[in-house]
Antibody
Framework: QVQLAQSGAEVKEPGASVKVSCKAS????????MHWLRQAPGEGLEWMGW????????NFAQKFQGRVTLTRDTSTNTAYMELRRLSSDDTAVYYC?????????????WGQGTLVTVSS | QSALTQPPSASGSPGQSVTISCTGT?????????VSWYQQHPGKAPKVMIY???KRPSGVPDRFSGSKSGNTASLTVSGLQAEDEGDYYC??????????FGTGTKLTVL
């Protein structure tokens, strides 16, 4: 079965960077885009962007362009999200997610979430 | 892109039906049949309940249904059960391979 296992919680200072990993099992990551989303405490969900693990092509929500990098390692079936120039507004749970199946635009598989806390 | 508009709260008694709306624009909800609904319980990852406006993933009870008219999509939960309580978010494809979420609705089963 499809599973997405994310790396553990992080605490970072303002201005630093964070890199979150998402290891997929039960399927080959090159078969589907990997999306990244986040949810600030007590707030709603926010889509950040996706990577096509087959080509490395990426697409981001406008507010994250220039500050986020999505990469993948096909040899370990793992996707990564790096967010730079962190501020307190970036404190959130970050999720990786995969669509239900190719051709759909809905996330049917989610990682467990990674809490990133930005604090001095 | 602006967030889609949902009512902050909705409620119903067990066995009743409740409908949650999700209003966007012709650039998102109205322009694509790619509206999804997610249920989220505290501390958990979201779970898709409806995709492509009205399709149910396997394992989702048929008490959950979706529809769309113009720029507004709706999620209806029939025969409310205690486990349906939680936060519900709509999302839509928004062109240029991007996505937008709704503001979220807290569903309470009285």
């Amino acid at each position: 079965q499809v599973q997405l296992a994310q790396s553990g919680a992080e605490v970072k200072e303002p201005g630093a960077s964070v890199k979150v990993s998402c290891k997929a099992s039960g399927y080959t990551i090159t078969n589907n885009y990997m999306h990244w989303l986040r949810q600030a405490p007590g707030e709603g969900l926010e889509w950040m962007g996706w990577i096509d693990p087959n080509s490395g092509r990426t697409n981001f929500a406008q507010k994250f362009q220039g500050r986020v990098t999505l990469t993948r390692d096909t040899s370990t079936n793992t996707a990564y999200m790096e967010l730079r120039r962190l501020s307190s507004d970036d404190t959130a749970v970050y999720y990786c997610a995969r669509v239900i199946h190719s051709g759909t635009y809905s996330w049917g598989y989610w990682g467990q979430g990674t809490l990133v806390t930005v604090s001095s | 892109q602006s967030a889609l508009t949902q009512p902050p709260s909705a409620s119903g008694s067990p066995g009743q039906s409740v409908t949650i709306s999700c209003t966007g624009t012709s650039s998102d909800v109205g322009g694509y049949n790619y509206v999804s609904w997610y249920q989220q319980h505290p501390g958990k990852a979201p779970k898709v309940m409806i995709y492509e406006v009205s399709k149910r993933p396997s394992g989702v009870p048929d008490r959950f249904s979706g529809s769309k008219s113009g720029n507004t999509a709706s999620l209806t939960v029939s025969g409310l059960q205690a486990e349906d309580e939680g936060d519900y978010y709509c999302s839509s494809h928004a062109g240029s391979e991007s996505y937008v979420f709704g503001t979220g609705t807290k569903l309470t089963v009285l």
